[in-house]
């Protein structure tokens, strides 16, 4: 498992994102690391990141899935240009669209493990696949578009 | 407008949730009222859920277009039954899969505007279509498959 977060890889701009920035003391602050082709995130929820009683939240579960994915987007797309992303050549890649299939619910009092794996690169566009699993298993999976922007 | 949200008729078992519960200090609290044949919610983003400076969370985004969609496959298929949501015999939706697709950046410092409508209703299943608008501009389009449970 590589050493440094993706996202304590970023310049200073892009460190305020609600879901993964490490400077946004009110956010989820994800953390995801490459393990071999795949990224690894582990989180744990708050007990207020309810849906109802005993379970984790969809939208909360969209936003891990969107940042998990979009963070290995990046990360993918500019290794595989020979950039750092805190480098200043680096190129940025947002959320185009976001699909997340619930195939069951999710407890909110374990933490829970996100992985993820680029599906297609092309120039302007990263596809990710990812799942969210709870004590080993699937609960959640989903796909995000990445977008390059300029 | 309707005068009560749909979020205030549940009864206490579904007002913990993050992104819609009347009782959860720490959600979203969003507040969906029916206007015609489509629900309207506004909602205010604290200067904190950012993606990146200036533009909302897309993960934030995912989580108010699943809760003004759910709250309105859940309205809609009891209504047509003849069933108040705060009733004991009330039909419960979840949300089976999730869509989103940004359009564009959507600015952080003014409100939003959700506006969802039932695309199809079958007996165990409804399909929300919704969008996103800031200062009347379309900025995300999304759709919920919400699934019935026991």
Redesign the interface.
């Known amino acids: 498992m590589s050493k440094k977060a993706i996202q304590d890889q970023w310049t200073e701009?892009?460190t305020?994102?609600?879901?993964c920035?490490r400077n946004?003391?009110?956010?989820?602050q994800i953390k995801s690391y490459w393990d071999g082709d795949e990224t690894v995130a582990t989180w744990h929820p708050?007990p207020?990141?309810?849906?109802?009683?005993g379970a984790l939240?969809?939208?909360?579960i969209?936003?891990?899935i969107?940042?998990h994915s979009?963070n290995t987007a990046n990360a993918a797309a500019n290794k595989a240009e020979g950039h750092e992303l805190s480098s200043e050549i680096v190129r940025t890649y947002?959320?185009?669209?976001?699909?997340?299939?619930?195939l069951k619910p999710t407890p909110v009092d374990t933490p829970v493990t996100l992985r993820a794996r680029v599906k297609e690169m092309k120039d302007q566009k990263v596809t990710v696949t990812c799942s969210l699993y709870s004590e080993g298993v699937e609960c959640v999976t989903g796909e995000v578009v990445a977008v390059r922007v300029k």
């Not at 207020?48 to 009683?53: R, V």
């Open positions: 701009y892009g305020m994102c609600w879901g920035g946004n003391e009110h956010g989820l708050q207020y990141h309810l849906a109802f009683p939240n969809g939208g909360i969209a936003a891990l969107d940042c979009t947002v959320t185009g669209s976001l699909f997340v299939k619930y």
